[in-house]
Every structure is written in C-alpha cells, then in structure tokens.
T-cell receptor, first 112, second 112 residues
Framework: AQSVTQLDSHVSVSEGTPVLLRCNYSSSYSPSLFWYVQHPNKGLQLLLKYTSAATLVKGINGFEAEFKKSETSFHLTKPSAHMSDAAEYFCVVSDTGNQFYFGTGTSLTVIP | DTAVSQTPKYLVTQMGNDKSIKCEQNLGHDTMYWYKQDSKKFLKIMFSYNNKELIINETVPNRFSPKSPDKAHLNLHINSLELGDSAVYFC???????????FGDGTRLSIL
C-alpha cells in the first residue's frame, strides 16, 4: 500500500532563509514522487518530479528535492525563501497503477 | 491560453438542487481527473478517465456522476446536493495515467 506523510502542517521561515518541507512515503514498488504548490484560490502546479533517474531533482522557482530510498524520504528544499513562496505544498506518490496519493499538505509562511 | 478550464468558478446553491461542473483541457491529454478539496486543504481523488473510459472510481456517493463526452472534456454532475458537498472541486489532466497532472483553478461550491 502506498501512503504519504508530510511531517509538518505549517512551516514559517524568514525571507532569505532556507526552506525545508519534509515528506516521507511508503511504497511497495519503485514510486514516482512529486511536489506540487498551491497558491491561494488557484489549482495545484507541479514543482518537480522524481521518476527513478537522478536522486536530486531540480524544479521550478529554485526548489529541489532529494530522493532517499533508505530513509523513504523526498524532502523539498530551497536555499532562500521569497515572499512569493508562501503557499500550500503537497507531496504526492504514484505507484505503477493509476493512483496518486496526496499528502495532507504543508502551509508555508514567509515572514518579511 | 488556459490549459485546464473549469466552469463555473463559483457555485452557490441550495440543498437538494442538482448542479453540473464542466471541465475542458486543451493539452491533448488522454487522462482526466476530478478531485475534492475540503476546508482543511485535504485532497481526495473522486474519478479518473483515460481515453473516455473510467479507470478510477473512488468511494463517493452515487449522487456524483462523471461524464466524458470526449477526451478533452470531463464533466461532473451532482444530484440532491447536501451541506457536506461544500468544497472546492478540481479538475486535472495528464498525458497518461501516472504522469504529472495539470490542474484547473477549481470550482468553489457552497451549499446553503
């Protein structure tokens, strides 16, 4: 069975400081992993995806994530937060079937 | 150029009514989805169609019925609306199942 756990429901950082949003997954297969961002009153937008190529994945807007199989983690990072990064972030795992499993989301606040 | 468009954006109606939400994608994708997002931002997949065939049909009330007249459209009809149906409904599409999804901006349904 697949599942996704986002360890923090809320994260606050100061502008210009690093961002770390944590995600752990469980999967019986080699999973595909995704991070999506949702800005207020908008749909979800793909930030990046891991599909068994390089374990360090670079995405849009300076975000990246590292797939660590031994830790079953796929944490999202950014070296320097910007005010426009304030949003809801979702970690998603997909198995070899047709299903996507969404985490419960992490709300990121950026303090000026 | 809106990739995934949903109409209406807002829907306010009374309990017991029947309503429809329309979704269209101009990306040439084969797969389309409907999600429900509750007030705590939790996303739940409801249905998925691939080439007009139903491939995911999660446990949702029979009052919800999807219809896919062609690959570019997936509409959602809801009968006998209830208070608990109040949520944001997102349509999404992907090239194939398990591929990254493109989301619409959502339809905010409020039941009075």
């Amino acid at each position: 069975a697949q599942s996704v756990t986002q360890l923090d429901s809320h994260v606050s950082v100061s502008e210009g400081t690093p961002v770390l949003l944590r995600c752990n997954y469980s999967s019986s297969y080699s999973p595909s992993l995704f991070w999506y961002v949702q800005h207020p009153n908008k749909g979800l937008q793909l930030l990046l995806k891991y599909t068994s190529a390089a374990t360090l994945v670079k995405g849009i807007n300076g975000f990246e994530a590292e797939f660590k199989k031994s830790e079953t983690s796929f944490h999202l990072t950014k070296p320097s937060a910007h005010m426009s990064d304030a949003a809801e972030y979702f970690c998603v795992v997909s198995d070899t079937g047709n299903q996507f499993y969404f985490g419960t989301g992490t709300s990121l606040t950026v303090i000026p | 150029d809106t990739a995934v468009s949903q109409t209406p954006k807002y829907l306010v109606t009374q309990m017991g009514n029947d309503k429809s939400i329309k979704c269209e994608q101009n990306l040439g994708h084969d797969t389309m989805y409907w999600y429900k997002q509750d007030s705590k931002k939790f996303l739940k997949i409801m249905f998925s169609y691939n080439n007009k065939e139903l491939i995911i049909n999660e446990t949702v009330p029979n009052r919800f019925s999807p219809k896919s007249p062609d690959k570019a459209h997936l509409n959602l009809h809801i009968n006998s609306l209830e208070l608990g149906d109040s949520a944001v409904y997102f349509c999404a599409s992907s090239q194939h199942p398990n591929q990254p999804q493109h989301f619409g901006d959502g339809t905010r349904l409020s039941i009075l």
